[in-house]
């Protein structure tokens, strides 16, 4: 039989609890909160019963009259069954769309727009909350192209995952999904690998967020080295806590089920919460944010030791603190645990990885961020003309891969000026060492004129300072250095101790505490810096009160 070439290789989500619960049979999938297509479900779940749930989900759609490639829209309240509805909405051949839930109404509302008609799958508290102010403003009647007031201008049709339970007519002309319980299975339909499967969004960190087409193709191109990385430890159970509307989530869920690992998904990131499930199903394999895993350094010594079995941790999304890797590989009792930071976008998938030990970590700099993936991913720096870097020289960070995107849906040019003979622009500044190791410095649009790296000062604050939660350093309305500090458990910043941490620092403003709740965050928790920068502008900062 012909062996597929590697452009009609495919990696697809709609069959993935299907063929793992075939090859591995009842491997246990625990949640920390019910589903909320199907609540009555519980708590303990298996691949075979999510398996059942994606058929059953994919008839309903089918029934509802979803058909293949059509796109639909994934936008509710966080929770798992955004990814159930993800693999329901691929199984049939349609294209998942999946918007962050902590968007606002009115860039949902744009991202909507862009997706041309989408099917909407969406619950009614978001409905009743951000949607009410994503819809299309009403055209002046018979004018061309007139479309309908409110979300109902922006969709073909809204589908509503909550169980109806009998309940009155849903808003907007909604139609409830379980208006489609019992339809008949439906075969699969698998798309050609080059077409567009998944839609995702970018962080939003410097804007409006872009919407990020995905293939088949591309995606399998970013699984096979991910699964070559997950067989130091397949089959150990795995606790995750990522965002479920990002591309990462469904690569990582790919190399877990594929090894037919127990998984703890977890919602609520709260250590008073995710503390006690992890102590409880001690995984070894934990993956979750940068920023979560800062939250989660007090689970290292907490009652239980819920990260005392961990053999690998892994990271992604952006660069992590050098104590943060040393306080979650010390909680640790395997003999030789490690983790792996992935170095990437939404756009490429990871084009870097980097290993930490225990002896490593001590001795981290966390501005490396590793080597490009052998046979996947090549790295460049490039300088203002574009030409490659010396060793050393810092310059802009381009990758080329064959996981990336196929394009920008409506942003065709932005997509364009983005590549350059092949080579994607990461928008990053950094440089390369003389071994090669790719070192970070600053996203393009963050650099300072005073301060050589801003990240790197942040790595030095948050080492020599424990209490801090969290430190960003923003350019002011002047382009000045300003660090907004967060400490833990919102006490007063200790001045003297800040003045002992930044004495041989490149000279900053003075700090502004705020609580971390009050950062701009994505659905990574990635703090959007350009935003902080446009607050202290404007002078529209939070009212925050410290000790008490």
């Excluded at 030789?336 to 290993?355: C, D, N």
């Excluded at 446009?534 to 008490?548: I, Q």
């Amino acid at each position: 039989m012909r062996q597929p070439l590697l452009s009609e290789r495919g990696f697809s989500l709609g069959m993935m609890f299907q063929q793992a619960a075939r090859r591995y049979g009842a491997v246990p999938v625990t949640l920390d909160r019910p589903l909320d297509v199907s609540p009555g479900a519980g708590l303990d779940l298996s691949y075979p019963e999510l398996a059942d749930l994606v058929d059953d989900l994919s008839a309903r759609l089918w029934a509802a009259g979803v058909r293949p490639t059509e796109r639909v829209a994934i936008h509710k309240t966080d929770n798992v069954d955004i990814v159930v509805l993800a693999c329901a909405v691929s199984r049939i051949g349609a294209v998942p769309a999946l918007l962050s839930p902590g968007l606002h109404g009115r860039v949902a509302g744009e991202l909507l727009d862009r997706l041309d008609q989408p099917w909407l799958l969406t619950d009614r508290a978001t409905l009743d909350g951000s949607l009410r102010d994503a819809g299309a403003p009403a055209a002046e009647a018979g004018a061309p192209g007139a479309r309908a007031p409110g979300i109902a201008g922006l969709v073909r049709q809204v589908l509503t995952v909550d169980p109806s339970g009998g309940a009155a007519a849903e808003p907007g002309g909604a139609v409830p999904l379980d208006t489609y319980v019992g339809a008949p299975p439906h075969a699969p339909v698998r798309l050609h690998p080059r077409e567009p499967s998944l839609i995702t969004h970018s962080s939003g960190t410097t804007g409006v967020p872009k919407l990020a087409v995905h293939c088949a193709n591309t995606m399998w191109n970013r699984l096979v080295p991910q699964k070559a990385m997950g067989w130091p430890t397949r089959g150990e159970s795995a606790a995750l806590h990522l965002s479920f509307v990002h591309s990462r989530f469904y690569h990582l869920l790919g190399v877990l089920l594929h090894f037919g690992s127990p998984l703890l998904l977890i919602v609520d990131p709260d250590p008073a919460s995710a503390g006690p499930l992890l102590a409880r199903h001690r995984p070894g394999i934990v993956e979750t944010h940068p920023n979560t895993f800062v939250l989660w350094e007090e689970l290292a010594d907490a009652p239980g030791a819920p990260l005392s079995w961990v053999r690998s941790y892994g990271s992604t999304f952006d660069a992590i603190h050098p104590r943060t890797v040393r306080k979650l590989l010390g909680a640790s009792r395997r003999r030789a645990p490690w983790l792996v930071q992935l170095y990437g976008q939404s756009e490429t998938g990871p084009v870097a990885f980097q290993w930490y030990s225990r002896r490593g970590a001590a001795k981290a700099d966390g501005r490396r961020v590793g080597t490009a993936i052998p046979g996947f991913t090549r790295v460049r720096i490039a300088d203002g003309e574009g030409r490659r870097a010396a060793p050393g020289a810092p310059g802009r960070i381009e990758a080329r891969t064959r996981g990336r995107i196929l394009t920008y849906l409506g942003a065709q040019e932005t997509y364009d000026r983005q590549l350059r003979d092949g080579w994607w622009q990461m928008g990053d500044v950094g440089y390369r060492g003389r071994w090669g190791g790719l070192y970070l410095m600053d996203r393009e649009i963050d650099l300072i004129d005073e301060v050589n790296s801003n990240l790197a000062v942040e790595d030095v604050l948050m080492s020599r300072l424990d209490e801090l939660r969290e430190v960003v350093i923003v350019p002011g309305a002047e382009r000045e250095p300003v660090p907004v500090v967060c400490v833990r458990g919102d006490e007063p910043l200790d001045t003297r101790r800040w003045r002992e941490a930044t004495a041989d620092l490149p000279v900053m403003s003075a700090p502004l505490q705020w609580r971390f709740d009050d950062l701009p965050r994505t659905s990574t928790w990635k703090i959007k810096r350009v935003e902080i920068t446009a607050m202290l502008t404007e002078g529209v900062l939070p009212a925050v009160r410290f000790g008490g």
